[in-house]
């Protein structure tokens, strides 16, 4: 019975003394694949829609409110090539386009061992689209794209892994919920304009190191 309180009370220590305290601000630097698991619902000519990955550098920042609960802030910027498939007008590339949608998460940690840190998250993106359309040239019927910023929720789950004192190794998988209203201008002929729904919830699977700031 000693033994097992002992070895309780070890346990509880350690993980106290990789906890984080009130107040301070840690900052992270990744690598994260952009993964988009897109669809869409095109107006007058039908299809789908193709985007492709990326993989981008990202920064977060964390700020604990308590222990075990803190705020996190993801910044990061990607690019895509999109393309219509399967419409009237056969596939239309409809260039590149680039995402900025800085994240916001209210994570809970967690502390199993001296070491290891696992934590859950929940938050709201909103995505700005800049730059579409770029490369549209590659296809002659396509005159513009315009992309509708957005709202949206994200997902995360992940861990530290203490390295020394001052670094951690993180690994951090995101689910973004990223919809947006599409306007493809096309020239047929004549001048039109097709409306699409687009949805493109990303996975972000990331790894990198995280320190405190302060």
């Known amino acids: 019975?000693?033994?097992g309180l002992y070895l309780l009370g070890a346990l509880i220590i350690s993980a106290i003394s990789y906890g984080q305290e009130a107040g301070e601000l840690h900052m992270r630097v990744r690598a994260t694949g952009v993964v988009p698991m897109e669809s869409a619902k095109i107006g007058t000519i039908g299809g789908d829609v193709s985007v492709t990955n990326d993989l981008i550098p990202e920064v977060d920042?964390?700020?604990y409110i308590t222990k075990n609960f803190a705020a996190e802030l993801i910044l990061g910027t990607s690019q895509h090539s999109v393309t219509a498939v399967n419409t009237a007008l056969g596939n239309l590339d409809l260039?590149?386009?680039m995402l900025l949608p800085p994240t916001l998460?209210?994570?809970?940690h967690i502390y199993p061992t001296k070491n290891l840190k696992p934590y859950v998250g929940a938050g709201v993106n909103y995505t700005m689209f800049y730059n579409q359309g770029q490369g549209k040239g590659r296809n002659a019927a396509i005159t513009?794209?315009?992309?509708?910023?957005k709202f949206g929720w994200a997902f995360q789950f992940g861990f530290d892994y203490k390295i020394n004192d001052k670094l951690y190794w993180n690994v951090d998988v995101k689910k973004v919920y990223v919809n947006t209203d599409v306007t493809v201008g096309a020239n047929v002929g004549e001048q039109i304009y097709l409306p699409a729904k687009v949805d493109l919830n990303?996975?972000?699977i990331?790894?990198?190191?995280?320190?405190r700031l302060f």
Request: proline share 4%; net charge positive; aromatic share 24%.
């Open 95 to 97: 260039g590149r386009v």
């Open 144 to 149: 513009s794209v315009n992309y509708d910023n």
């Open 1 to 3: 019975m000693k033994k």
């Open 206 to 211: 990331s790894t990198g190191i995280g320190f």
């Open 202 to 204: 990303p996975w972000l």
């Open 105 to 108: 998460n209210f994570q809970y």
């Open 61 to 63: 920042f964390t700020y």
